[in-house]
């Protein structure tokens, strides 16, 4: 009677044992893969910014930085109802061009690998 009752609760926990383990391990592996893909796309990345692309990264980042900054000085000083109050306003990007800007920023602090991660 009694390996009956072994038998019977040892193969059930057996199981689940061992598939707790084989979820541990598959997260586990998982997380290395994801890892690996982050530092290789970070250590493309930097091969790209050393083999010129600094200066491609420059020619969309610096406008893209002077119309933040432009748009947060409006909005602190020169608004209808700030500190020196204009008519004239700074325009909003159309709303593609707008998700670019965003990109553009990720991209500027190397924030794209974490696009792919959070996906």
């Known amino acids: ?15 689940a044992m061992s598939s707790v383990d084989k979820y541990v391990a598959a997260q586990t592996d998982r997380d290395a893969i994801k890892a690996e893909i982050i530092k290789t796309h970070m250590q493309t990345r930097a091969d790209w910014l050393r083999a010129g692309g600094f200066w491609t ?3 969309f980042a610096v406008p893209t930085a002077l ?7 409006y909005s602190l000083l020169w608004c209808a109802g700030c500190a020196f109050p204009q008519t004239w306003t700074i325009a909003a990007l159309p709303g593609a061009m707008a998700e670019w800007q965003g990109y553009i920023i990720l991209a500027s602090i190397g924030g794209l690998a974490l696009l792919g991660v959070r996906k």
């Open 67 to 73: 119309h933040y900054i432009a748009v947060v000085l």
């Open 1 to 15: 009677m009694m390996w009956f009752l072994k038998w019977l609760t040892g193969g059930v926990l057996d199981r």
């Open 57 to 59: 990264l420059l020619l």
